[in-house]
Structure formats: C-alpha cells, structure tokens
C-alpha cells in the first residue's frame, strides 16, 4: 500500500488567486473525499469523487471544485480565494465505508 | 444540524487509562470512527465501530458505543507519551455517501 500523497504540502496564495491540490489516492482506492479543516477544528467536508463523479457535496459554495482521474488520483480547484479559505486540506481515499478512509498529511494553504 | 461534540482537552499521567468521550447525532449512522492527528499531520485511523455492536476492543484501545444516548468513547490503555496528539471522532450519516462528520477534536496531553 502506498497510501495517500498531496502536493503540495504548502501554499501561499494571494486573496483573489486561484488553486490547484493535487491527491494521489491509495492503490485500489475508487473513492476520494476532500476536507477542510481550519486551525482549532475538526475537518469539514466539501466533496466526495466516485469513478470520476461527484457523489456529495458539503456546505461549499461552486468555487470550490474538483476532478477525479482514470488513476483515481484527484484535485481541489479553490477559485477567488478568500482569507478564510485558509486551511489545511486533506484527502482521504477509501475502498470499502467499512474500513474507513485513510488521510493524506494535507496541504497547508494560506491566502494573504 | 449536524453537531459532533467532545470535550476539547484531556490530561492523564503516562501509565494511567484515558477516556475520550463522543456524542453524535444521527441514530442511524452505520459506522462510528476514531482517528488521531498530530501536529503537522493528516489524520489516522484508530478503531472503527460498527453500530451493531456496543464494544470493539483493539490491542490498547477499546471503544464503547451506546446508541440509545449516542455515545460513543474510546479508552486507551497504558497511556504513552505516543499518544499525545487530537483525537476526532466521526460518524457517517445516513444517506450522505461517504461523507463523515468529525467533531472538534480532543487534545490528549499525557505528562510523566
């Protein structure tokens, strides 16, 4: 198992900018969620990628958006970037619910 | 609304039991998990519960769930230095897809 990898691991981006995190899922994995979690909380979630379809959506607004690959690997695309969305995000991918999902270490994303 | 709560801070003498209490909100939710985060990192799985069960006892760490007062506590056994670190507990709502609902986290400090 190679486990989940995100890149990068840090980002800053100005207010206004947009942004691109990557994921590579677990080997074997056809499911990839994204979180955000802010300092101090617990992760939030913002969407979830089922064989390249989005299947669930969290309380995020449509700037927020992803893509899932053939490979299974993933990205987060954050449009306008506001000095909220500034985070950490993680990735989880997982095969089966029951086993629950295994996280990247997240990239740290700060908008100044 | 969807409210995941647990006591943010817990200190135990290395050697003694901790115990990390949960309450969640979705009676029906099929799965319960605990992961560990620490600093700087994404999160780990620990345990995770099925909701058929009321305990699951894993090497160090055992988890006890009752479903009528949507409870949900993990006891870790012979605290380490090791396991200083947040602890989330989530659950997985019904009809959510996969999405899981963390709490805020559970900041473990264990002194010597």
């Known amino acids: 198992e190679t486990g989940v990898t995100q890149s990068p691991t840090h980002l800053i981006k100005t207010r206004g900018q947009q942004v691109t995190l990557r994921c590579s899922s677990q080997?074997?994995?056809?499911?990839v969620s994204w979180y955000q979690q802010a300092l101090g909380q617990g992760p939030q979630f913002i969407f979830q990628?089922?064989?390249?379809?989005?299947?669930g959506r969290g309380n995020f607004p449509p700037r927020f958006s992803g893509l899932q690959f053939p490979n299974y690997s993933s990205e987060l695309n954050v449009n306008a970037l506001e000095l909220d969305d500034s985070a950490l995000y993680l990735c989880?991918?997982?095969?089966?619910?029951?086993?629950?999902?295994?996280f990247g270490s997240g990239t740290r994303l700060t908008v100044v | 609304g969807e409210d995941v709560e647990q006591s943010l801070f817990l200190s135990v003498r290395e050697g003694d039991s901790s115990v990390i209490n949960c309450t969640y909100t979705?009676?029906?939710?099929?799965?319960l998990y605990w992961y560990k985060q620490e600093p700087g990192a994404g999160l780990q799985l620990l345990t995770y519960?099925?909701?058929?069960?009321d305990m699951k006892q894993d090497q160090r760490l055992t988890v006890l769930l009752n479903k009528k007062d949507k409870h949900l506590s993990l006891r870790i056994a012979d605290t380490q230095t090791g396991d200083s670190a947040i602890y989330f507990c989530?659950?997985?709502?019904?009809?959510?897809?996969?999405?899981?609902?963390f709490g805020t986290g559970t900041r473990l400090q264990v002194t010597l």
């Open positions: 979705d009676s029906s939710s099929t799965y």
């Open positions: 990628y089922y064989r390249e379809e989005e299947n």
């Open positions: 989880a991918s997982s095969l089966e619910v029951e086993r629950g999902y295994t």
């Open positions: 989530a659950e997985n709502p019904t009809g959510t897809a996969s999405k899981l609902t």
């Open positions: 080997s074997g994995h056809n499911t």
């Open positions: 519960i099925f909701s058929n069960m």
